[in-house]
């Protein structure tokens, strides 16, 4: 019997590296590879729910490892050599209450 495992996934995190003329912040697009990671397909459920509710069509959904602090929230992310971008706000269970090795769920889009 195999172990359940995920792949690499990398993040694109924003970083504040200064500030404009204007006294804007400047940020910086870096990415972050994070293992783990377990890739499904979207249910059709949520491929319709999104849909209807955002006008987006999710395509898969990640499941992010318990532990993991990153902010997941409307980012870019890149695996199976595509860049995707996370939509909404992951799902979050209570560790303790989840016996495998992820406890969070996040759905993602195709991004160009």
Do not use: C
């Amino acid at each position: 019997m195999t172990r359940i495992h995920g792949i690499t996934v990398t993040l694109f995190d924003k970083v504040k590296t200064g500030l404009d003329g204007f006294g804007e912040p400047i940020y910086e697009e870096r990415p972050i590879d994070i293992d783990n990671i377990l890739v499904s397909p979207a249910s059709t459920d949520d491929v319709t729910n999104q849909l209807n509710l955002t006008g987006k069509k999710v395509v898969y959904t990640l499941a992010i490892p318990k532990g993991d602090d990153h902010d997941w929230t409307n980012k870019v992310v890149q695996f199976f050599g595509q860049r995707w971008r996370t939509v909404g706000v992951p799902l979050e269970g209570i560790e303790d209450m989840i016996p495998l090795d992820w406890n969070k769920k996040v759905t993602v889009e195709r991004y160009e």
